[in-house]
């Protein structure tokens, strides 16, 4: 459709097409005792709609101008941080997929949990991570977010996808291995921007997967090893798994962020443009 073509435009250039604020939902984690909040962009055309749940990453879903004193999000609590504080990243790529005719669906894994300030580089190792981690706890969210897409009549209850971003992407990665042996209908494809891949990162590093992933990386990725994951996901290839991963010279990590700083490194800009080009045709598959 042409307004579907115009707003990819738009987001490749840098340019949001002006949209009302994504809906905010409640629902549970899989954790069994989390109330997890999440933000809901919805096309403008009547569905059943595919669906792709969009997990955050270390710095959580909030923009950094905002999220400096936000700690509890949660259903009833009043907070800084909420659908009008969201990221330019996470805001881009939510009306990226409505304009597609996807239904979106960003959980926040920090705010319920008193993390919504998020953290900063380097901090892998933070004990205050331990109850928002990537291997154990952020795929019980993912998971609960599967659920509730589920349950929606809006939603084709077999194009249900999963996209994450560093933190985040790792977390889709365990999520896709988790769900690997299950009969039970889940994820049908995920989308990787630049995941951690080693053992603090993943669940194990004898990596599977039944669904297909593409993971994309940055040559100049300055928080995360690229060769690292190219070792775990390779081999899993070489086992069967339906991986594929796209190398972007010159590419720095966050390279969709489509702030000035990120879009002033070249490799960036090609590799944001080739990202959104990418995305629904990979999930088009």
């Given at each position: ?116 300030h998020g953290f900063g580089r380097g901090t892998h190792g933070d004990p205050d ?18 659920k509730f897409l589920q349950a929606r009549q809006d939603v084709t209850r077999a ?102 700083k990120r879009q002033s490194v070249p490799g960036n800009v090609a590799a944001r ?13």
């Open positions: 459709m042409k307004w579907q073509a115009l707003a990819a435009v738009l987001l490749i250039s840098g340019t949001a097409a002006a949209r009302a604020e994504p809906a905010t939902v409640y629902f549970p984690s899989n954790d069994g005792q989390t109330q997890l909040v999440g933000y809901l962009f919805a096309p403008a055309t009547p569905g059943p709609h595919p669906a792709v749940v969009m997990l955050h990453g270390r710095a959580g879903p909030y923009s950094a101008n905002d999220n400096e004193d936000c700690t509890r999000v949660a259903k009833g609590v009043d907070s800084d941080c909420n659908a009008s504080t969201l990221s330019k990243r996470h805001l881009a790529w939510g009306e990226y997929w409505a304009a597609h005719g996807y239904l979106a669906l960003l959980p926040d894994s920090f705010g319920p949990r008193d993390k919504g991570r331990d109850d928002v981690n990537e291997r154990t706890v952020r795929p019980l969210d993912a998971e609960g977010a599967l194009q249900i996808y999963l996209q994450g971003w560093s933190n985040g992407a790792s977390t889709a990665l365990n999520v896709m291995y988790r769900q690997a042996p299950s009969a039970a209908p889940g994820f049908h494809a995920a989308l990787a921007f630049y995941p951690g891949c080693g053992p603090r990162a993943l669940i194990s590093q004898k990596y599977r997967t039944a669904a297909p992933i593409t993971v994309l990386l940055g040559s100049d990725d300055e928080e995360v090893s690229p060769i690292v994951c190219h070792r775990v996901l390779d081999a899993a290839t070489g086992k069967g798994s339906p991986i594929a991963v796209i190398d972007y010279a010159g590419a720095t990590h966050d390279f969709d962020d489509p702030g000035k443009e080739d990202a959104l080009r990418r995305a629904a045709e990979v999930f088009g598959k």
